[in-house]
């Protein structure tokens, strides 16, 4: 690793601007390592307060309903639990770049968030998110950054690793993203991360 880095930096390039999904990868990986060890030290919560990121695939609708585009993307957030049932979270989500038709799209929502969550016992609970979400999309084609407010919903499932740090997987609905050029209102994302909880 330490070697890949050091060749990057001989041929003038970062390391971290590396295409495909593999450098998201090393990051979430970094990051559980980093909140795992974090967690240890500091066994109990002791604050509502907690921050995490995630990796996924996001599935983009273009040319209408009739064909789609998955792109890599990543998220941080944040938020408060009021109790073991409710939280408030903010977010910013990387889509990811998807193309259709000659234009290229690069996508990010900043979102706010109500969380109601269920323990199912043994670590485990579910929850389900409704939030608003502020989309944009920037265009390669001259049209610039179209931007929107909507809904956000979303479903998961999460595991308590330790006390303090869990993690969780959830699909992500974005019912009104920006439409132009072909693209769709509607966005999925399928995604996996880890919240560490202070």
């Known amino acids: 690793m330490l070697a890949s880095v050091i060749d990057h930096r001989r041929r003038g390039a970062s390391p971290l601007r590396s295409s495909g999904p593999w450098h998201l990868v090393a990051i979430a990986v970094a990051a559980a390592a980093l909140t795992l060890g974090v967690g240890v030290a500091h066994a109990d919560p002791v604050t509502p307060y907690y921050i995490g990121g995630d990796v996924g695939k996001t599935t983009q609708r273009v040319d209408g309903n009739s064909q789609k585009r998955t792109s890599d993307s990543y998220s941080i957030f944040g938020g408060y639990k009021f109790n073991e049932n409710f939280a408030a979270e903010i977010s910013y989500t990387d889509l990811g770049k998807v193309s259709f038709d000659g234009v ?26 409704v939030g608003l979400a502020y989309a944009q999309r920037d265009f390669n084609n001259g049209l610039g950054d179209k931007d929107k407010t909507g809904l956000k919903l979303g479903v998961g499932v999460d595991y308590a690793l330790t006390k303090n740090v869990s993690l969780r997987a959830e699909a992500t609905r974005y019912n009104d993203m920006p439409q132009a050029n072909g693209f769709n209102k509607k966005d999925d994302r399928l995604s996996m991360g880890l919240a560490y909880q202070f």
């Open 104 to 129: 290229t799209a690069k996508n990010k929502v900043y979102a706010l968030d109500g969380i109601a969550r269920a323990p199912l016992g043994a670590g485990f609970g579910v929850y389900g998110k």
